[in-house]
């Protein structure tokens, strides 16, 4: 009992005198920190003057080229592939067989329901007649008819089958991927890819706009749109697409289709470039750096030099145009913002301006 006591007073004060190494350790920190924070109470920081500039309302934006078609053809039925007539890079048109599948008993099905067909509508025929002349009822005309119906639908769907083994391009386009090779057995369930198709003659460009820029742009309305891989040559695009709703970056998508030209230069995956263009004039605005609001510029808060020291002012940003945004109010000509350095102050800093 007595050990056990002396070594709970040992654990104690092994406890106690760690606590007091940290608190001391502690303090020693805070005074260092103090030290610095007093050393560095003076951040470095560049600024720049707000002024009223002439400035172009035209603005790009930057997407990637997506086709306007692209399918990837399924087997709908299961069965062997014995013949396929294209390769990757085939163009094809809708409807054309591309691949065909080993239909012996499928026509032979097809031949039956044909003999089928054939014999009720005899049936029929017969029936018919001999009801006009009272030789049978009116119950058996009906029999007769309904089983002339369900024939005629069995010879239907046998054709359909028929036809099923003849895959044909539901689109126009380029192949540009195939799964299969002759030997290949189908799957109906789940359906067995085949074939990716993908049509480029015509394209889509989808950018992003901001609230300010959004305004000027309509559906139906035609821009020019290049791709940074060919250096001159300009696209016509029509913008087909302009979301009622921003996403979770304030940006508003819209979509641009472009119509390829003859040698389909464009591609799927390419990097491009709308130009959209104002039918104002230049206008005299009010602008400063866009690395002068403090996180982004939907904060509407910017710092601002008054005799080195750093007052965060609340401002109502206009439009953005390029590398400068409008400045609608909460500024002046001639006051200097931060714009760099913004992470490092709070409102009172004392600045050193960097020239």
């Known amino acids: 009992m007595k050990k056990n006591i002396i070594t709970s007073l040992v654990v104690l004060g092994a406890i106690a005198v760690i606590a007091v190494i940290l608190m001391k350790n502690k303090e020693a920190n805070a005074a260092k920190i103090a030290v610095v924070a007093e050393k560095n109470a003076t951040v ?15 603005f790009s934006s930057n997407g990637n080229f997506e086709p306007v078609q692209e399918l990837t053809v399924c087997a709908e039925k299961s069965g062997k592939v014995i013949s396929i007539l294209v390769k990757e890079g085939d163009r094809v048109s809708v409807g054309q067989t591309i691949a065909i599948v080993r239909s012996d008993v499928i026509n032979v099905e097809a031949q039956t329901a044909e003999a089928a067909y054939q014999n009720a509508l005899t049936d029929y025929n017969r029936f018919e007649n001999a009801y ?24 239907t769907q046998a054709r359909i089958n028929v036809g099923d083994t003849r895959i044909k391009a539901p689109i126009s386009g380029i192949i540009n991927k195939r799964f299969i090779e002759p030997g290949s057995i189908l799957a109906g369930m789940p359906p067995t890819q085949m074939f990716e198709i993908v049509n480029v003659s015509k394209l889509k460009l989808k950018v992003t706009a901001n609230e300010s820029q959004i305004a000027g742009i309509k559906v139906g309305n035609v821009i020019n749109v290049t791709s940074n891989v060919y250096p001159g040559k300009t696209f016509s695009g029509k913008i087909t697409f302009v ?3 921003a996403d979770t970056s304030l940006n508003f998508p819209v979509e641009i289709e472009i119509t390829n030209n003859a040698s389909n230069d464009l591609k799927a995956g390419m990097y491009g470039t709308a130009q959209f263009s104002s039918n104002q004039q230049k206008q005299n605005l009010m602008v400063v750096p866009r690395n002068a609001f403090v996180g982004s510029v939907s904060s509407n808060q910017i710092f601002v030099n008054e005799n080195g020291v750093a007052v965060l002012k609340n401002v109502v940003a206009g439009r953005i145009l390029g590398d400068k945004v409008e400045i609608v109010k909460g500024l002046n000509n001639g006051d200097q913002v931060v714009v760099t350095g913004q ?10 301006i960097i020239k």
Do not use: C, F, H, Y
């Open 44 to 58: 470095s920081v560049k600024v720049a003057q707000v002024k009223t500039e002439e400035m172009s309302l035209d």
């Open 243 to 245: 979301a009622p709703k």
């Open 132 to 155: 006009k002349t009272g030789g049978v009822t009116k119950q058996q005309l009906d029999q007769a008819r309904l089983g002339m119906v369900n024939a005629k639908a069995r010879l």
């Open 343 to 352: 992470l490092n102050i709070v409102d009172g800093t004392k600045l050193e």
